[in-house]
């Protein structure tokens, strides 16, 4: 049974840091794909970044390119995303999510959060202006 659990968020003020963790069990970590993708209330769910952690490739959604990084830890299969100068815009409920990419091309990477098809509970995020 894949299980994603996401760790970290809470309460900062516009201009500060957090750094979020996305534990994974149940997958071979080598043939998947992690992302992270929030959820405003009201608004979509949109991409914000993703790595193959196998190949090393990683996404950065424009908004948040430049402010935060995403890494990962594959021996204890833990990706994380360092959330540095951050935006009342940044508020958002973060999801992490998991994707089978063994059959993928070598180093590609999907975007899209309707491709992923296991999904973590969330954590809060809030970022006071």
């Not at 968020?9 to 998947?32: E, P, W």
């Not at 594959?74 to 994380?80: D, L, M, P, T």
Request: glycine share 10%; with cysteine.
């Amino acid at each position: 049974e894949v299980q994603l659990v996401e760790s970290g968020g809470g309460l900062v003020q516009a201009g500060g840091s957090m750094r979020l963790s996305c534990a994974s069990s149940g997958i071979t970590y080598a043939d998947y794909a992690i992302g992270w993708f929030r959820q405003a209330p009201g608004k979509e769910r949109e991409r914000v970044s993703a790595i193959r952690p196998s190949a090393g490739s990683t996404y950065y959604e424009d908004s948040v390119k430049g402010r935060f990084t995403i890494s990962s830890d594959n021996a204890k299969k833990i990706v994380y995303l360092q959330m540095d100068n951050l935006k009342p815009a940044d508020t958002a409920v973060y999801f992490c999510a998991a994707k089978d990419v063994g059959d993928y091309f070598t180093g590609s990477l999907p975007i899209h959060p309707y491709l992923y098809t296991d999904w973590g509970q969330g954590t809060q995020v809030t970022v006071s202006s």
